[in-house]
């Protein structure tokens, strides 16, 4: 991996500061990779690592405090970091280009595309009505459906998966030498985010230009990328071709990245391991090596000597003093490896709640203009006729694209929504049309776990008040609160020194320990839990995943797990709802869903999370296009426009859920794999 | 859109019957007899009587306020009490002078206000900016009656740059802009710091956001990107507080009119008030909370028209 003049990129030796009030943070420290023309570089690592200031750094995009107190960053053999700040505008969208995380902030709200479109090929000397239409065959190649006439349109017209796609088109309308996207798919579902990685792939190949990659999805890596850079703590703790890092990883962080993605963990029913501690503050770095707080294989040197990257093979290096022969006694002995049988699951009990036929409708137009526009049904159904149950002690795991209406239905369940019609029984009693009075005190034994985590959590109460928060609520009084908030703060596994802390002072898997602490307050039997992982890291997926298992062991908790994540979702549910449109089209035992789906959607859905594999890349995408618009329905079979297995009658006629195996329901005319159920047309 | 604009065009003629009511209200329910204010001590019984019976003081109040609104509806707003001369009238012949003064001080403000604000929110924490700042907020702190006394003084009185009072000669155009100078100066002066800050935070605001990174790993000039991908972001909420500016301009620069002596509506009300006219006063402070209402219905459509999203979901 020796830097040639065919590198597109070459980075070396680059640190970069922060300038706080507290001092200094050395955000990146002798960071070197680079990027060799027409191929792909993946940089990893957790979030805090130093990902998106390495990106920012490239074009000097970085904020006003940064600073850069050695290395290079060479462009086509040109340093940057010499350039004036005309030199770099002219780098900018021109030979760089970058697609960010974000699609629906991406582009002005207030401009419609084509003008955006044709602003940034200001450069050119073209008419507008040529750039226009070069503007407009991009649009199609990505695709976008009638480019000629959505192009006019605003943003906001766009889906979020259409506005990255419109992102993409707008990076390579420049013809750029580097493309540089950034969690390009972070905030977009499985299928959205597999249909964007395989069109980077195709237009990587078909324009021929060179990509690098943040993400801190491993799976996409090692879907996309030809080489990989893993980055801790503002260091390159190993580089290599993506075949060295996932099949041979060296250094002990990459190891442990590695055995915490969840779609590598076999047994669904274990613990699942997670890598302790957190990334050190970046003010003060010691002399030791950065991972050592948290590396299970640190010996006494690692505490007395930074390592300094080691070639191992001519396409892998690595930072850690076992790749240069080093041994000695270790530090700290070995955490006991994760066990089998970790997670839940001995039986379940009767029956704690029960939907049936649930509908929930939402308004779409005001009365009066509805009234005007001659709108006789100025609603959509958010969750339609959806009939479940969940047992004491049990998971039950809600997955589906966005919009599937998942979690309209959490929320419905608890009240936080109103019911158009059907049946809600909790604990033997009908909520659906319940006293407020009565109503209020079934409410007190459910709890919900809001999807994000900080931003749910009221910036202005410390961390105990909101932990205490539901008594106050509903009136209770306790004898003893100091008490009762160490218990809370005890079971999820908070010291009492976070009493103090606002929310903003919590990590994200911190926030997401009181929002669990506040969820268990009040004792409650069923806690609804939305996206309970969505934006954490890896490795703290697996801690709040992990608690949550052992609070239901030891409380007898139901779980209803609302996620779109697939892989983590499979080791703490006992069985998965799969909804589409706001119908549960399949519901099964974890087990049976994963290895034998009957539901072509189903099994789209868990095609459609990536492997940590280079050798297991797919080919072929599990399903096109998006989610349609609830207010347009496709007849029949609502999946079929989609559906790879689609016959004629799909389109004529709904199927009804049907037991296809023991508590195995779905609906579909031609369930997968089960010949003797497949209907005639 | 259309709905939208329905909508809040509805909406504003209830907010119009209200303050009608509620003015009708004040000026009939206040205690004490408005003959005998009106004419004072020495007027004759009869001249009471005719009094009562032309301003039907004899008829019960929802008489007297379904009478006043139905004659308002057709333009007819009664008659000062004593040069007998139409409400409607007089009060037309004060408004040009007040609008030209809302539109001259607003629009100096504006012309100068925010492209002071954008180039704050461009160049945070530089010299320009922070002195921007402390101009912005004294302007804002200075009452625009003691800019008006002092500009007075200073311009007028010592340095004879200016006409001291009056609007100017009627049909004299050059003459009547003269006299617009100094109200205009007194009444902007705030509205330019008001404008300035607005501008600056909701600019810094946008110029934070997400798509402008993007414009700016684009290449695009700065200028493009600060006026105008990120100006056309920051500049909707400041057209809602103009629409409060220019409504508040025309329900009466009171004390700009009074101490320039411009015959507008601020100081036609302030005479009559003084004089007991309450035809006059009715008249004169229906029209300016029509105005006012007016004003916020613009910028509010305007705001909407402005963005697409918004525009979207009407």
């Known amino acids: 991996m020796t830097p040639t003049m065919t590198d597109v990129l070459d980075i070396r030796k680059l640190s970069v500061e922060y300038a706080t009030a507290r001092g200094a943070v050395h955000a990146l420290r002798d960071v070197s990779l680079c990027v060799p023309r027409k191929k792909t570089v993946g940089i990893v690592g957790e979030s805090g690592c130093g990902k998106s200031t390495l990106i920012a750094s490239i074009l000097h995009l970085m904020s006003r405090n940064a600073r850069v107190p050695a290395g290079q960053i060479l462009f086509n053999g040109i340093d940057t970091l010499t350039l004036g700040e005309d030199a770099l505008r002219d780098l900018r969208g021109n030979k760089v280009s970058m697609v960010f995380q974000d699609p629906m902030t991406a582009q002005n709200p207030v401009i419609p595309i084509a003008r955006q479109m044709v602003d940034i090929q200001y450069r050119e000397r073209l008419s507008t009505e040529e750039k226009r239409k070069r503007a407009v065959a991009m649009l199609r190649r990505v695709g976008i459906p009638d480019p000629e006439s959505r192009i006019d349109g605003y943003p906001h017209e766009f889906s979020g998966g259409m506005r990255q796609r419109i992102s993409i088109a707008m990076a390579l309308l420049v013809r750029p030498d580097l493309l540089i996207a950034d969690e390009p798919t972070t905030a977009l579902d499985v299928n959205m985010e597999a249909q964007i990685i395989f069109l980077l792939r195709e237009l990587q190949q078909e324009f021929g230009t060179s990509l690098l990659f943040a993400s801190h999805n491993l799976g996409l890596i090692a879907e996309l990328c030809d080489d990989v850079v893993v980055m801790y703590a503002g260091e390159v703790v190993e580089r290599g071709s993506v075949r060295d890092i996932f099949h041979e990883p060296q250094h002990p962080y990459t190891q442990r990245l590695l055995e915490c993605d969840p779609a590598l963990v076999k047994d669904g029913r274990r613990t699942l391991p997670t890598i302790p501690g957190r990334v050190p503050d970046l003010r003060v770095i010691p002399e030791a090596c950065i991972f050592e707080a948290r590396c299970h294989k640190a010996f006494s040197v690692c505490r007395e000597r930074h390592p300094a990257p080691v070639e191992i093979s001519d396409t892998q290096s690595v930072r850690c003093h076992l790749a240069s022969g080093l041994t000695g006694a270790p530090v700290r002995r070995a955490e006991p490896r994760p066990q089998g049988g970790g997670l839940r699951r001995k039986h379940a009990g009767e029956p704690l709640l029960a939907v049936e036929n649930l509908r929930v409708r939402y308004r779409t137009e005001g009365f009066l203009k509805a009234l005007a526009s001659g709108n006789r049904d100025p609603f959509l159904d958010g969750v339609k006729q959806v009939s479940l149950m969940l047992r004491r002690g049990e998971t039950l795991g809600l997955v589906g694209e966005s919009g599937s209406g998942k979690t309209s239905l959490g929320r419905a369940i608890i009240g936080l929504t109103p019911c158009h019609s059907g049946s809600i029984r909790f604990d033997g009693t009908e909520l659906v049309g319940l006293p407020d009075a009565e109503y209020n005190l079934q409410r007190r034994k459910m709890a919900m776990m809001f999807q994000d985590p900080i931003a749910s959590l009221s910036p202005r109460r410390t961390a105990r008040s909101l932990v205490m928060e539901p008594f106050e609520i509903h009136g209770i009084k306790l004898e003893d609160e100091d008490a009762e908030a160490e218990r809370l703060f005890a079971m999820v596994g908070l010291s009492t020194a976070f009493f103090n802390r606002y929310p903003h002072e919590l990590s994200g898997g911190q926030a997401r320990r009181v929002g669990a602490a506040r969820a268990l307050a009040l004792s409650p039997e069923l806690i609804i839990a939305d996206e309970p992982t969505a934006g954490l890291d890896t490795s703290v997926q697996g801690e709040i995943l992990n608690l949550m298992g052992e609070l239901q062991r030891e409380h007898g908790l139901s779980y209803l797990v609302i996620s779109h994540n697939l892989p983590a979702i499979r080791h703490i549910s006992d069985r998965i709802g799969v909804m589409y449109l706001g119908r549960l089209v399949e519901e099964g035992p974890v087990a049976e869903i994963f290895e034998n789906p009957a539901h072509p959607y189903t099994r789209a859905l868990i095609e459609g999370t990536p492997h940590p594999d280079p050798d297991r890349r797919r080919t072929l995408l599990s399903i096109e296009g998006e989610v349609p618009s609830l207010k347009d329905r496709p007849r029949g079979c609502e999946f079929h426009p989609r559906c790879p297995i689609a016959e004629p009658m799909c389109s004529r006629e709904a199927p009804q859920a049907r037991d296809i195996a023991p508590a195995h329901a779905a609906a579909c005319h031609f369930p997968l794999n089960r010949e003797h159920l497949k209907q005639r047309a | ?314």
């Open chain 2, 1 to 314: 859109m259309l709905f939208y604009a329905a909508k809040r065009i509805g909406l504003t003629a209830v907010i119009v019957t209200a303050i009608v009511f509620t003015l009708f209200c004040l000026i009939h329910l206040i205690p004490g007899d408005p003959a005998a204010v009106a004419l004072g001590p020495y007027a004759t019984p009869e001249m009471e009587a005719r009094f009562i019976e032309k301003m039907q003081l004899d008829k019960p109040v929802h008489v007297r306020f379904l009478s006043f609104a139905w004659n308002a509806l057709q333009g007819n707003l009664g008659e000062d009490i004593f040069s007998e001369r139409p409400v409607s009238r007089i009060v037309a012949e004060a408004l040009p002078y007040t609008i030209a003064l809302a539109f001259a001080s607003l629009g100096w403000a504006i012309l100068i206000g925010i492209p002071l604000g954008c180039f704050s929110a461009a160049h945070p924490n530089s010299w320009i900016d922070r002195l921007t700042g402390v101009i912005s907020i004294a302007t804002i702190t200075i009452p625009s009656f003691v800019v008006s006394i002092y500009s007075l003084l200073i311009f007028s009185v010592t340095l004879r740059w200016f006409p001291v009072i009056g609007a100017g000669e009627a049909g004299d155009l050059g003459d009547q802009l003269w006299h617009l100078v100094l109200p205009a100066f007194a009444v902007g002066l705030g509205w330019v710091g008001y404008l300035a800050r607005m501008v600056r935070a909701s600019m810094l605001e946008v110029l934070g956001e997400t798509h402008i990174r993007s414009a700016r790993a684009f290449g695009l000039p700065e200028r493009v990107v600060v006026y105008r991908y990120a100006l056309r972001v920051a500049i909707l909420p400041t057209v809602t507080l103009l629409g409060m500016g220019f409504g508040s301009a025309f329900s009466g620069a009171v004390f700009a009119e009074i101490i320039f002596s411009r015959p507008g509506i601020g100081k036609l009300i302030y005479d009559m008030v003084v004089a007991r006219n309450y035809p006059v006063v009715q008249g004169g402070v229906m029209t300016a909370a029509i105005l006012f209402v007016t004003a916020t219905l613009i910028a509010d459509l305007v705001a909407a028209a402005l963005d697409p999203r918004m525009r979207a979901n009407l």
